[in-house]
């Protein structure tokens, strides 16, 4: 049976830690530090959980202002149509 070239005892669910993992030991790929990080970069990025979240609430905000843009436009369109035909 092979073996595989990553030493880790991550459990399998957690598959990020295992990519960062695999990234470490095979790349030699590390994650920057915090004090290293600038600009939008302290704010939003895959390291922290300060970064996570801020990537996932402009995620959720930019799906919210989309939907409030397309309801808005449906229900302009549709008054518009009413008022042409009296």
Do not use: W
Not at 2 to 17: A, D, E, M, N
Not at 41 to 52: D, E, H, P, V
Not at 61 to 67: E, I, N, Q, S, Y
């Amino acid at each position: 049976m092979p073996t595989s070239p990553v030493k880790t005892r991550i459990p399998l669910t957690s598959f990020g830690h295992l990519i960062t993992e695999v990234k470490k030991q095979l790349f030699g790929i590390e994650a920057p530090a915090s004090a290293d990080l600038t600009g939008y970069r302290k704010y939003f990025n895959s390291y922290t959980l300060q970064g996570r979240r801020n990537c996932v609430l402009v995620t959720y905000g930019l799906f919210a202002v989309t939907a409030a843009a397309y309801f808005i436009h449906r229900q302009r369109k549709g008054t518009q149509t009413s008022s042409s035909t009296a």
